[in-house]
């Protein structure tokens, strides 16, 4: 996984989820679904319409699943996996 690109999906987190103590969001291991109160299905597909549009994909519904929010790591790289499809379909 890119580390720009985790720190980018930690970015996003904090912004969408309006976490104030970004010290929450640690690293690659640091747990989502279910560790962070404010990660709820409604915040859920608020974090996926924000990531869409800050890395400029589109996420397939078949790909988006709970294993993707399992941690901070686990959204980074499928954020590069949907980046790298994008990037391919446009070069």
Do not use: H, W, Y
């Not at 990660?39 to 519904?61: K, P, Y």
């Amino acid at each position: 996984m890119n580390s720009s690109t985790l720190e980018a999906v930690k970015d996003v987190i904090v912004e969408t989820l309006g976490i104030e103590d970004r010290a929450r969001i640690e690293g690659a291991a640091t747990p989502l679904f279910g560790s962070i109160p404010e990660l709820d299905s409604f915040a859920v597909l608020s974090l996926a319409a924000a990531l869409e549009t800050r890395f400029g994909f589109q996420i397939d519904d078949s790909e988006f699943t709970g294993a993707v929010f399992e941690t901070v790591g686990s959204l980074a790289m499928f954020v590069d996996r949907n980046r790298s499809k994008a990037d391919f379909a446009a070069g």
